[in-house]
Nanobody, 126 residues
Framework: QVQLVESGGGLVQAGGSLRLSCAAS????????MGWFRQAPGKERELVAG????????DYADPVKGRFTISRDNAKNTVNLQMNSLKPEDTAVYYC???????????????????WGQGTQVTVSS
């Protein structure tokens, strides 16, 4: 069982930055690939960024490539999402999620993630 708690959301102007953090409980954090997803009103939940168990492999959705960076610290049971050059279209609820996976794999589909946080709102004003 893994419990996930996100923090760091808020209101920011376009062009600004936010850093989301996700703290995980349990002693098996390193056994899970991690992902950040987002869901805007009326839209499906989508993967923003994913990272493999050891942090060696990461993957990003095209709209955020070059602006967002995912990282993890297995010693501290945390995964972060640094978001720079934010745009109004980045406005959404952001979720942290954990998925069992082979060591070098990044999971993309929401259905492959077993555990989810409660979400944190990110609002980017124009």
């Amino acid at each position: 069982q893994v419990q996930l708690v996100e923090s760091g959301g808020g209101l920011v102007q376009a062009g600004g930055s936010l850093r989301l953090s996700c703290a995980a409980s349990g002693r098996t954090f390193g056994a899970y690939a991690m992902g950040w997803f987002r869901q805007a009103p009326g839209k499906e939940r989508e993967l923003v960024a994913g990272i493999s168990r050891g942090g060696v492999v990461s993957d990003y959705a095209d709209p955020v490539k070059g602006r967002f960076t995912i990282s993890r610290d297995n010693a501290k049971n945390t995964v972060n999402l640094q978001m720079n050059s934010l745009k109004p279209e980045d406005t959404a609820v952001y979720y942290c999620a954990a998925a069992p996976a082979p060591s070098m794999l990044v999971r993309r589909a929401p259905s492959t993630y077993n555990y989810w946080g409660q979400g944190t709102q990110v609002t980017v004003s124009s």
